[in-house]
């Protein structure tokens, strides 16, 4: 049995390897901080926004 595979090619620009690919639906986002200054966590820092396209 083999499984079709399409590829393309896509010139990227650093906005586009930001893009998270997602469902229609509900999502869940989940951030790693290693080494996290004392404003994470404490709540004085909050990331940016996540951003519908």
Same mark, same amino acid.
């Given at each position: $049995? !083999?499984?079709p595979? &399409? #590829? @393309?090619?896509v010139?990227? &620009?650093?906005?586009?390897? !930001?893009?998270?690919?997602? !469902? @229609?639906g *509900? #999502?869940?986002?989940? $951030? /790693?901080?290693? =080494? %996290? @200054? %004392?404003? *994470?966590?404490? =709540? @004085?820092?909050? %990331?940016? *926004?996540?951003? /519908?396209?």
């Amino acid at each position: $049995m !083999s499984i079709p595979n &399409t #590829f @393309k090619t896509v010139a990227l &620009t650093v906005a586009a390897l !930001s893009w998270l690919l997602a !469902s @229609k639906g *509900a #999502f869940n986002l989940t $951030m /790693r901080l290693y =080494g %996290p @200054k %004392p404003e *994470a966590l404490n =709540g @004085k820092w909050n %990331p940016p *926004a996540v951003k /519908r396209l």
